[in-house]
């Protein structure tokens, strides 16, 4: 089968791989329908180190089930399925707590016997506690917003949750990428009554507008936050979501939160501390997020994709095939696009 491989920076290709199979009794056999490229992709293709093994790709997918081991119980042959960014068994301490990004006995996919979700197929360990049907056929018009349930939407959720999102609450949005705009799709869902996003993109500002928020602050560094000020009567926001992980859009989060007031990081961080360490302690600013729990989201999220309130698959404005994969990603890193849907 076909599948998309990294190995290194800028360098991704698509190649014959062996075929996906069942090894597990717990496993199922996905046939891909839809992936995408995710934002966190982006940070192998800027950083990783030239290496003659590729690393399998793609972390983001709904598929149909072709085959599942004997112990599967929750989907069957035939069910189309979504996947989330992160495999856990639905049974452990912690997948009960609703933490399955810290499963005990799950794990990435494109790890050595896993196989990523840019590709035609995927063995799909713990099938039970990881896959959820949807009930839906597969080509159903919804599928690019069912699709973002299995990261990027649910990214943006987490992000509201851990910066505390209530109802009137003044919210700000750091980083204008697909998470950022899920993460004011899900700010106003859980309430908000201001959101201010902080982008200067002309195409993701309008977007950000039309899935709910309502100032945009299109200035950087130390000018954005002067803005913001301004916005909030000089108090900051109460809420505030990081979806970016750069030293410095933390340091931008940070000093936009009013005292006593959240920040949900969700960007993967890209620096070994948190800038600001004094100044959030003196301002009693809780920092939390993490990555999300997308497993524990998606019953919560999918009713409201089935019924059209949210339309987080408006986040991708690019699609094409899996040999167009490679070209999607520097389209992707050159900010060309938001983000790109695969249609394998
Ligand atoms: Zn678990």
């Known amino acids: 089968m076909r599948a998309t491989l990294m190995y290194g920076a800028g360098d991704v290709r698509v190649e014959t791989v062996p075929d996906a199979r069942l090894i597990e009794p717990t496993d199922a056999l996905v046939r891909v329908t839809r992936a995408c490229i995710c934002g966190s992709d982006l940070w192998p293709y800027r950083k990783m180190p030239p290496g003659e093994t590729g690393r399998r790709m793609g972390h983001e997918f709904i598929g149909v089930v072709e085959a599942v081991g004997r112990e599967v119980r929750t989907v069957r042959r035939g069910d189309l399925v979504v996947a989330p960014f992160v495999w856990s068994d639905g049974?452990?301490?912690?997948?009960?707590?609703?933490?399955?990004?810290?499963?005990?006995?799950?794990?990435?996919?494109?790890?050595?016997?896993?196989?990523?979700?840019?590709?035609?197929?995927?063995?799909?360990?713990?099938?039970?506690?990881?896959?959820?049907?949807?009930?839906?056929?597969?080509?159903?018009?919804?599928?690019?917003?069912?699709?973002?349930?299995?990261?990027?939407?649910?990214?943006?959720h987490h992000a509201a949750l851990a910066a505390r999102v209530e109802p009137g609450k003044i919210v700000a949005v750091v980083g204008d990428g697909a998470v950022g705009l899920c993460g004011v799709?899900?700010?106003?869902?859980?309430?908000?009554?201001?959101?201010?996003?902080?982008?200067?993109?002309?195409?993701?500002?309008?977007?950000?507008?039309?899935?709910?928020?309502?100032?945009?602050?299109?200035e950087r560094g130390d000018e954005a936050i002067e803005r913001v000020r301004e916005l909030t009567g000089d108090l900051g926001a109460h809420s505030v979501l990081e979806c970016v992980g750069y030293?410095?859009?933390?340091?931008?989060?940070?000093?936009?939160?009013?005292p006593g007031g959240a920040v949900g990081r969700?960007?993967?961080?890209?620096?070994p501390s948190i800038?600001?360490?004094?100044?959030?302690?003196?301002?009693?600013?809780?920092?939390?997020?993490?990555?999300?729990?997308?497993?524990?989201?998606?019953?919560?999220?999918?009713?409201?994709?089935?019924?059209?309130?949210?339309q987080p698959g408006r986040v991708f404005d690019r699609v094409t095939d899996l040999e167009g994969v490679p070209n999607g990603y520097r389209a992707m890193n050159d900010r060309e696009v938001v983000k790109v849907l695969v249609r394998p």
């Open 266 to 271: 969700v960007g993967v961080p890209q620096d």
């Open 91 to 156: 049974t452990c301490v912690f997948c009960k707590a609703g933490l399955q990004t810290s499963c005990l006995h799950g794990g990435g996919w494109g790890s050595p016997d896993v196989d990523g979700g840019q590709g035609e197929a995927v063995r799909v360990p713990q099938a039970d506690g990881t896959l959820v049907a949807l009930p839906v056929g597969r080509d159903d018009v919804l599928m690019p917003s069912l699709l973002t349930l299995s990261d990027v939407m649910g990214t943006g």
């Open 275 to 310: 800038p600001l360490a004094k100044e959030s302690f003196f301002d009693n600013i809780t920092i939390g997020g993490g990555p999300a729990p997308v497993r524990a989201y998606i019953e919560e999220l999918l009713p409201d994709v089935l019924e059209g309130r949210i």
């Open 247 to 258: 030293e410095e859009s933390v340091k931008t989060a940070l000093s936009i939160t009013r």
């Open 185 to 218: 799709i899900a700010a106003r869902r859980l309430g908000a009554e201001r959101i201010i996003m902080l982008g200067r993109h002309a195409d993701r500002v309008t977007l950000a507008r039309e899935f709910g928020a309502t100032d945009i602050v299109s």
